[in-house]
């Protein structure tokens, strides 16, 4: 991964503070020792460093200096810094560093290998203890079900090995499928398997709680599923098959619009309700995607998708006959 | 004078400023005034050369730098609260501000915190877990390498809400929202927000509601408006935030339970088709037989209506009634909507 470029703003601010930290601790480092450890780049450390240097404080009508850096030594690639004690350790974290590092933490723990590990609890206790304001309990995370499969999905990713399983697909139809996996992700409680399907030859996701009997197999995933680079963040992968449809959701809805590559940028039309066009793969999946929402989320065009929710709205109130069941995914 | 090589701020960027007024106040003993302090900071003296009669513009924005320190856990303080206003000292306390030496992490412990870092999808938590982890690195130590390889955890909010009632809980300040209930009824909500909580992939806030005058927890999709931060009209000129007192612990503890409590006391019952898609849904496993009756508890019925609306083809309710009816309205409603 490339250096980060800089800080700015309160970045900068928060970094200048935890430099003039870890020098006080350090003494006499090389600059790329510094640069490797907080992952930036060599030459906008240099500027900081120097910047340190023109910092002065007016105390009692005195100038005074906080920081000397050698500039001598700081040219031969050495940082040495003489500071005044008062400023000599890093500062310790606001409350919403705290509450963002903790929540994120118990959230680790909803993964197999560290559901046990007893330090998640002790290190969110160290550090809601290093809180400058003494406040922690901003955000919680409750843990959740762990899905059985996962662990055994993740050793078969460790090997680079290619799995087999039983697999229901939205249209209810069950088969015996192998899959390559690449990654498991565990999004608001769900747990997805981002794997290279060899028969449809590209990245699909699969519900994991929608697989069963999983089998690590011996073969190694194909060299077209190594190369996949980076995998989208959005669950939904957009195809140039895919349809446009243009859809109204409310609050209860917004969940949807992440679910989905959106092709515009969502237009609020009142009341918390927006706007947006998002690509649909699968039509016949709408129904199902959209009815769950309950009326939160409502599609506006085209005709053809409001059918296929509305059928498929029927067809859950028994109000229409099996037919239209078929064309449900 | 920052010199040709060193970086060179933007108008905008206001981080030369705090860090010197940082400086400044961690390194006088008995604190500054604020005309010392005018002085003091280089931003501050260039102001007050400019407008000499009226520094109304100056204070505020000393005010605002010390929020912003606030926001950031840097504590400025007054050593002597009980002097004249005009003789008021500022300073910023070390034992405050510095990292608590007899607290520290190794190698696995920083491996750790650098994934829960990572697990935030939404963009300004990820900024703060961020801005936390550099200021850790600043303690020395360096991470164990991540062999995270292969989870990807992630952490969405999808709720506006989110963030105003994040930074309402931290200031503990008032907060009213339009919430509509589930059945479609809205009414405008006065609460002191507490806690957060996220319960299978649900968020909810934790609430002290100022009209029921009760715990209460809201969920944050059902908040249909923005949230305000409420105010009070000092004079005839300023308003200013209302706050209120940090719930304590125990309050918080007992909410969470209480919670608990409730939703082991709701009970669905279902009947699940065999090797339907809801089949494994409930993970119910691939001994042979017939379609499988399942109960469990529920935290809230509409949630529950919305989840089991995906396998609506693949079970029956038995109990509650509510819960059928439930499910049979949000399909109605969908209906009509497409209709």
């Keep these: ?159 680079n090995r290619a799995i087999s399983c039983e697999y229901i697909n939205r249209k209810q139809e069950k088969s015996v499928r192998e899959i390559e996996p690449l990654r498991i992700d565990l999004t608001a409680g769900v747990w997805y398997l981002r794997g290279y399907c060899p028969i449809n030859k590209a990245v699909r996701n699969f519900l994991i709680e929608h697989m069963r009997s999983i089998q690590i197999l011996e073969r190694e995933i194909s060299d077209v599923a190594t190369k996949v680079g980076e ?99 | 004078m920052p010199n040709e090589e060193t970086w060179k701020p933007a108008k905008t960027d206001k981080s030369e400023r705090l860090f010197q007024l940082t400086c400044v106040l961690l390194y006088s003993e008995r604190g500054l005034t604020k005309r010392e302090l005018f002085h003091a900071v280089d931003a501050y003296r260039t102001d007050l050369a400019k407008s000499s009669e009226d520094d109304f513009a100056l204070n505020k924005k000393f005010e605002r730098d010390k929020s912003d320190l606030r926001d950031m856990g840097i504590q400025v303080s007054n050593p002597d609260p009980k002097s004249d206003p005009d003789e008021m000292r500022y300073a910023i306390a070390a034992d405050t501000f510095l990292w608590p030496e007899d607290i520290k992490f190794d190698a696995q412990e920083l491996q750790l915190l650098n994934l829960a870092a990572q697990v935030w999808a939404q963009a300004s938590l990820s900024s703060e877990a961020n801005r936390g982890l550099v200021r850790l690195r600043g303690l020395g130590i360096e991470p164990a390498t991540s062999d995270m390889l292969g989870f990807a955890p992630r952490l969405r909010t999808h709720e506006p809400s989110f963030l105003p009632l994040s930074q309402a809980i931290e200031d503990l300040v008032e907060v009213s929202f339009d919430y509509r209930k589930a059945e479609g009824e809205i009414s405008r909500r006065h609460v002191q927000p507490w806690m957060l909580r996220s319960i299978d992939g649900q968020w909810l806030v934790v609430c002290w509601d100022k009209d029921q005058k009760a715990v209460r927890n809201f969920l944050l999709k059902r908040i249909v408006s923005k949230v305000s931060f409420r105010t009070v009209q000092i004079n005839e000129k300023e308003s200013e935030l209302v706050r209120f007192e940090a719930p304590k612990s125990e309050d918080i503890q007992a909410a969470i339970e209480d919670l608990e409590s409730h939703t082991a006391s709701q009970i669905a019952k279902l009947k699940v088709r065999r090797d339907s898609q809801a089949w494994f849904h409930f993970n119910l496993g691939d001994e042979p037989g017939g379609d499988a009756e399942i109960s469990f508890s529920y935290m809230d019925l509409h949630l529950l209506a919305e989840e089991l609306s995906e396998y609506a083809h693949d079970i029956t309710v038995l109990a509650p009634a509510e819960l059928a009816k439930a499910i049979r309205n949000r399909f109605e409603a969908v209906a009509n909507a497409h209709a």
């Design chain 1, 231 to 329: 995998i989208e963040d959005a669950t939904y992968v957009a195809e140039a098959t895919d349809t446009e449809v243009t859809v109204e959701v409310a609050p209860e809805a917004y969940r949807l619009i992440s679910e989905f590559q959106t092709l515009s940028e969502p237009k609020d039309v009142g009341s918390g309700t927006i706007r947006t066009q998002i690509k649909v793969g699968h039509l016949p999946n709408l129904g199902r995607l959209i009815a769950k929402y309950g009326g939160a989320a409502r599609v506006i065009a085209p005709e053809e998708a409001r059918e296929i929710v509305r059928n498929y709205a029927l067809s859950a109130l028994g109000a229409q006959g099996r037919e239209i069941d078929r064309e449900v995914e």
């Design chain 1, 1 to 159: 991964m490339p250096k980060l470029k800089g800080f700015n703003g309160e970045d900068r601010y928060n970094f200048l503070l935890a430099l003039v930290g870890y020098l006080g601790h350090r003494g006499e480092v090389s600059i790329e020792e510094v640069s490797n450890h907080f992952d930036l780049d060599a030459d906008y450390l240099i500027k900081a460093l120097k910047s340190l240097n023109d910092a002065t404080a007016q105390v009692g009508g005195f100038e005074e200096w906080p920081f000397y850096i050698d500039i001598d030594l700081l040219d031969e690639g050495v940082v040495s810094m003489t500071t005044a004690e008062v400023i000599d350790d890093v500062p310790r974290l606001s409350t919403r560093q705290v509450a963002a590092l903790s929540a994120g933490l118990s959230y680790l723990a909803n993964i197999p290998e560290f559901a046990a590990n007893a330090d998640i609890k002790s290190l969110m206790q160290k550090v809601s203890s290093g809180s400058g304001l003494g406040r922690s309990e901003l955000i919680s995370i409750a843990p959740g079900s762990v899905e059985a499969g996962a662990e055994t999905l993740r050793d078969a990713i460790l090997s």
